[in-house]
């Protein structure tokens, strides 16, 4: 009994596509010369992200950036991705790479894989490592949901949302 469980749960997973295996973090980003504003928002789920996020915007999806084994259950490696966003005399460097609490994505906290952003202006990093949802899984804090910088300033401000029920 306990075998069939095990190559029925194998299966089931093996058959799951790269953001299926709980939700699907991700941040979209924003150089809005307009108002001269680059703006960062995240979701822990954009399978279900509401409302519609608008289509000028970049979507960054953080499972795409794991390099999974080949029966697609443990994290090998991890990649980023770093974007530029250029506005009046500034020069944004941002840099999007998954958090990964548990890299066995069949144990608890292993398929609670979020999303991690540094942000340097003019070669200055302004804001470090900063998790959209806690690396505890266990953690209900405020989840981060977005971000915005002005040309011209060095102090990012960030909106949170309370952790979904």
Not at 24 to 36: I, L, T, V
Not at 140 to 160: C, F, N
């Amino acid at each position: 009994m306990k075998r069939c469980l095990l190559i029925t749960i194998v299966a089931v997973v093996w058959a799951l596509p790269r953001s299926g295996w709980a939700q699907n973090p991700a941040a979209a980003y924003e150089c809005d010369r307009k108002s001269s504003t680059l703006v960062i928002r995240t979701t822990d789920d954009l399978d279900e992200a509401a409302p519609p996020w608008p289509k000028k915007l970049r979507i960054v999806e953080f499972s795409s950036l794991l390099d999974l084994n080949q029966e697609q259950t443990m994290v090998e490696g991890t990649r980023s991705e770093s974007i530029v966003c250029r506005l009046r005399g500034d020069r944004f460097e941002i840099t999007f790479e998954p958090g990964v609490p548990n890299p066995n994505l069949l144990v608890r906290c292993g398929a609670a894989v979020t999303g991690i952003v540094t942000v340097k202006r003019n070669g200055t990093t302004i804001l470090d490592e900063q998790e959209f949802e806690d690396m505890n899984c266990h953690e209900r804090k405020p989840m981060l949901e977005t971000i915005r910088i002005r040309a011209g300033s060095s102090k990012p401000r960030l909106t949170y949302a309370p952790y979904p029920d």
